[in-house]
């Protein structure tokens, strides 16, 4: 017998209607739903004609690599121990951090816990099968040195500043800005798709700043997940030292302060406004890029500013996801934050090994 697939049914109109009518919905709320659904539709008809024939029956497009081979040794170094335990951390494994102050002197300098920390993260380890595992490290090294205690990394782990490194900035800097959930703790979504949920879930928000031109994060802020994208632009550009030429966001950025943020760094704002978005006639950013946008249609401005470069932040997401997993191990968000920050750092130096180069092939066949 094959397989047989399941057919999700797409619900009516007068389902939905009858559905939110069951949820308490008054039946003004429910006209102005239907009003801007058929509105909707009608604002998409027109650009569904236009665009001629749809993706499904478009050539599908495969792309391949330049670079197999040194991509392929790239993503062999990334497990190498002589990358992440090098020389100078060694040298440095041992220092007071708190000179001059009241207290008691620490042992370990702040390389040696993001040295075990970085280990930590990037062979998926527990604190304490991380303090055995640089233990073992060190005696295969023959090294006279102490290794910190999972109790000290997690202490430590609360206060650590952790820079993101990078290769040698360029003059163009065109920042994709984005953001996605860690989970810290929950059911997992196959529970909760078949039995739904049970005990409360929570995450936080890791929002980024990747340099488009070589998918590097150039800045990076963890915060809790009531916290909005827009919130954080501001602070997510003062991490950035260097000269911002475009930044480009989605529409959940589309706010004055936004703007204002951006233009502040004499850099161009590359933001989607909202359908219903107005030009006042300020000659602003933002009205300029509504002008824009009713001027040649949403599309033709995408191309245009090359606003479909933004995903490439969503690739960087993905990427740290597949690496380093979908959840945090830490239970405090200051700890959290160094746990987030010692990825992207990991990412970073992984990226500098080699990235992959891709160029399109049509696909003759489709």
């Not at 102490?146 to 206060?159: F, M, N």
């Not at 850099?267 to 002008?291: E, F, L, M």
Request: overall charge positive; hydrophobic content about 40%; proline content about 4%.
């Amino acid at each position: 017998m094959g397989r047989q697939h399941r057919v999700r049914r797409v619900p009516t109109r007068e389902e939905n209607i009858a559905r939110l009518k069951a949820m308490g919905v008054s039946e003004a709320e429910i006209a102005e739903l239907v009003a801007q659904a058929d509105a909707d539709l009608a604002r998409q008809a027109p650009q569904q004609a236009a665009a001629g024939p749809t993706s499904a029956s478009a050539p599908k497009v495969r792309y391949r690599l330049r670079n197999w081979s040194a991509y392929t040794q790239a993503l062999i170094q990334r497990g190498s121990l002589t990358f992440w335990f090098d020389e100078a951390s060694l040298q440095q494994w041992c220092a007071n951090m708190r000179a001059e102050q009241v207290g008691r002197p620490t042992t370990y300098s702040d390389t040696a816990v993001q040295c075990a920390l970085t280990l930590q993260a990037v062979f998926h380890l527990a604190l304490r099968q991380t303090q055995g595992f640089v233990a073992s490290l060190l005696h295969l090294l023959h090294l006279d040195l102490p290794t910190p205690s999972y109790s000290t990394l997690s202490r430590r782990s609360a206060t650590l500043d952790v820079p993101l490194v990078r290769q040698a900035p360029h003059e163009h800097l065109h920042l994709v800005v984005d953001s996605t959930g860690l989970k810290v703790f929950g059911e997992g979504e196959w529970k909760v798709r078949q039995h739904g949920w049970q005990k409360r879930r929570t995450w936080r928000k890791l929002h980024l700043g990747v340099d488009e031109a070589t998918g590097e994060i150039v800045a990076q802020v963890t915060t809790e997940r009531e916290v909005t994208d827009d919130a954080v632009l501001p602070e997510l550009l003062a991490h950035v030292e260097e000269r911002i030429e475009q930044v480009t966001t989605d529409g959940a950025y589309d706010t004055f302060a936004c703007y204002a943020a951006i233009v502040a760094r004499a850099a161009r704002p590359v933001i989607p406004p909202d359908v219903n978005a107005k030009d006042h006639g300020t000659g602003s950013a933002r009205d300029q890029t509504v002008h824009r946008v009713a001027e040649i249609g949403r599309s033709a401005w995408k191309e245009e500013s090359g606003y479909h470069r933004r995903s490439l932040a969503e690739t960087a997401m993905f990427r740290m996801k597949t690496i380093f997993g979908r959840q945090l191990a830490a239970h405090t968000l200051a700890r959290q934050q160094t746990e987030a920050a010692i990825r992207c750092r990991a990412l970073n130096r992984m990226t500098s090994l080699g990235m992959p180069d891709a160029y399109p092939v049509q696909d003759r066949a489709a």
